[in-house]
Every structure is written in C-alpha cells, then in structure tokens.
C-alpha cells in the first residue's frame, strides 16, 4: 500500500545526470571568446552629464519665457 505522503515527486529526481554544457551564464574557455569589462562609470557620468544638460537647458527656457 502506498505511503499517504507520497507526493509523486521522484519522477523528477530519478533522473540520469546529463553531461554539463554552456549556459549564457557561464563564459566559455578560451583565448577569444573573452568578454569585454563594461563601462558602467563611463555610462554612469554619460547619463548624468545629459540630466545636467537637460536640466540646464530647461532652466535656460524657462528664464527666457518669464
């Protein structure tokens, strides 16, 4: 007779480990597939140097106008 805390869940965990393969989340080995560092600090002053401007230029508009 079954167990009645059998929640059927070993249909899942029975199963043959596959081999490992790449994943977008793991880089691949060697020489020329390397990934570039990013620039987030380069993105980073670009972002606020455009807000700066954007700001400056509001304030420019908005003298003008008053």
């Known amino acids: ?19 490992p393969r790449a994943s977008s989340f793991t880089p691949i080995s060697g020489p020329f597939h390397r990934r570039k560092a990013e620039r987030v ?8 140097a455009l807000m700066a401007g954007l700001g400056w230029s509001l304030l420019n508009l908005a003298r003008a106008m008053g």
């Open 1 to 19: 007779m079954k167990d009645e805390y059998d929640t059927n869940l070993g249909w899942w965990t029975d199963r043959p480990d596959r081999e």
């Open 41 to 48: 600090w380069i993105k980073a002053v670009l972002i606020v």
